[in-house]
């Protein structure tokens, strides 16, 4: 079965601009998370989709944005971009039986000039 | 808050070396445990999972990890680690019951295999 699609895989901004990062999760999942991965904060959690509501939210501020559609793929927004966000931003498509395992995408790796 | 502390930032090994990477969790109550894996230029992949039971338990290629409850630990072994073992290890811990989506990741060990 096909895995997880993230989009773009890699972009470059500008301070104060915005981003859209998109991913579509495995068929049949319904819930996706979202983690931003630095080299020095490692992974941390942005927020969790299920059904198109969110569920959970990291400790992120508001800058940092998502929404799920109604066929499952997801969407986070960066607004106001500041150098500090570059990272890779991993999507975990999470199974609907709780086997407690999530199926990361490979990560769009934004990087802030 | 929750935190997961792994030990080693970088590991170095020969191959058939051991392996133990050092992972530790603060939180009082019932956890779900796991140890994720990062080839180079691939994705991040599970490795092996503890929710209850034996907390001594086996993952993919030869990788197994115990559980000791009293220690909030959740070490990661190989008896005898292989080129293909390069990759960055990562253990995570969610709350027992708790969102599956949301879990709490160490930094993460780099592991480089010498051939």
């Known amino acids: 079965k096909a895995g997880v699609t993230q989009t773009p895989r890699y972009l470059i901004k500008t301070r104060g601009q915005q981003v859209t990062l998109s991913c579509s999760p495995i068929s049949g999942h319904r819930s996706v998370s979202w983690y931003q991965q630095t080299p020095g904060q490692g992974l941390q959690f942005l927020f969790e989709y299920f059904s198109e509501t969110q569920r959970n939210k990291g400790n992120f501020p508001g800058r940092f944005s998502g929404r799920q559609f109604s066929n499952s793929r997801s969407e986070m927004n960066v607004s106001t971009l500041e150098l500090g966000d570059s990272a890779l931003y991993l999507c975990a498509s999470i199974p609907p039986t709780n086997t407690g395992e999530l199926f990361f995408g490979e990560g769009s790796r934004l990087t802030v000039l | 808050a929750q935190s997961v502390s792994q030990h080693n930032h970088h590991v170095i090994l020969s191959e058939a070396a051991s392996l133990e990477l050092g992972c530790n969790y603060s939180?009082?109550?019932?956890?779900?445990l796991f140890w994720y894996v990062q080839y180079p230029g691939q994705h991040l992949q599970l490795l092996l999972k503890?929710?209850?039971?034996?907390?001594l338990v086996k993952g993919i290629k030869g990788f197994e990890a115990e559980f000791i409850k009293s220690k909030f630990s959740f070490n990661l072994r190989k008896p005898s680690v292989q080129w293909s073992d390069t990759a960055e290890y990562f253990c995570a811990v969610a709350n027992y019951g708790g969102s599956q989506g949301n879990l709490i990741f160490g930094k993460g060990t780099k592991l480089s295999v010498k051939p």
């Open positions: 503890y929710f209850s039971g034996d907390p």
């Open positions: 939180y009082g109550g019932t956890v779900n």
